[in-house]
């Protein structure tokens, strides 16, 4: 069987086709990061496609922090996901919580870069097939708080999506 091999994935067999993920792992800032590459039905993965991907998580850190400007923006919206998953999540923390989480003592010092910055990314889809959504970027406020993340999207140039979702 052919295989090529990633950085980040290390060997993948590369098969005809067939819907597969591929998990890997990236560290980023010292913290290790899960990876999915993701594969579709009727996509093929070739060895040039596993290069592509390795060259384009080079630039990882650049687009987390444009996702990361995203979600800041996205706060100075009244009705965006991004302020509904913070009132959600950050409504009736205890102030032990508010520390841990934010590093403030009270709930009404938690700004926006406070909360941006008590965000952590918890996983990286990669979606070869599909140029538009090519990353997608998983957020949270951290295992055993919450199960839920604010996802944010990327082109396979690394431009960010106008819209974060909550999931």
Same mark, same amino acid.
């Given at each position: 069987?052919?295989? =090529?091999?990633?950085?980040?994935?290390?060997?993948?067999?590369?098969?005809? =086709?067939?819907?597969?993920?591929?998990?890997?792992?990236?560290?980023?800032?010292?913290? !290790?990061?899960?990876?999915?590459?993701?594969?579709?039905?009727?996509?093929?993965?070739?060895?040039?496609?596993?290069?592509?991907?390795?060259?384009?998580?080079?630039?990882?850190?650049?687009?987390?922090?444009?996702?990361?400007?995203?979600?800041?923006?996205?706060?100075?919206?009244?009705?965006?996901?991004?302020?509904?998953?913070?009132?959600?999540?950050?409504?009736?923390?205890?102030?032990?919580?508010?520390?841990?989480?934010?590093?403030?003592?009270?709930?009404?010092?938690?700004?926006?870069?406070?909360?941006?910055?008590?965000?952590?990314?918890?996983?990286?889809?990669?979606?070869?097939?599909? !140029?538009?959504?090519?990353?997608?970027?998983?957020?949270?406020?951290?295992?055993?708080?919450?199960?839920?993340?604010?996802?944010? =999207? =990327?082109?396979?140039?690394?431009?960010?999506?106008?819209?974060?979702?909550?999931?």
């Amino acid at each position: 069987m052919e295989t =090529a091999v990633s950085r980040h994935f290390g060997e993948i067999a590369l098969t005809p =086709a067939g819907q597969r993920i591929i998990s890997g792992r990236y560290e980023h800032d010292g913290v !290790p990061i899960d990876l999915d590459l993701s594969i579709g039905e009727h996509e093929r993965l070739d060895e040039a496609e596993v290069h592509k991907v390795d060259y384009r998580l080079r630039f990882l850190p650049e687009l987390i922090e444009a996702a990361r400007e995203r979600i800041a923006q996205d706060l100075e919206d009244e009705d965006s996901s991004v302020v509904e998953y913070r009132h959600f999540h950050c409504q009736n923390l205890e102030d032990g919580k508010i520390r841990e989480l934010f590093g403030v003592e009270r709930s009404d010092e938690v700004d926006d870069d406070h909360f941006v910055r008590a965000l952590r990314l918890s996983r990286v889809g990669i979606f070869p097939g599909q !140029p538009e959504r090519y990353f997608v970027l998983d957020f949270t406020l951290g295992q055993g708080f919450t199960d839920e993340v604010l996802v944010a =999207a =990327a082109d396979e140039d690394g431009v960010v999506d106008d819209e974060v979702n909550w999931d």
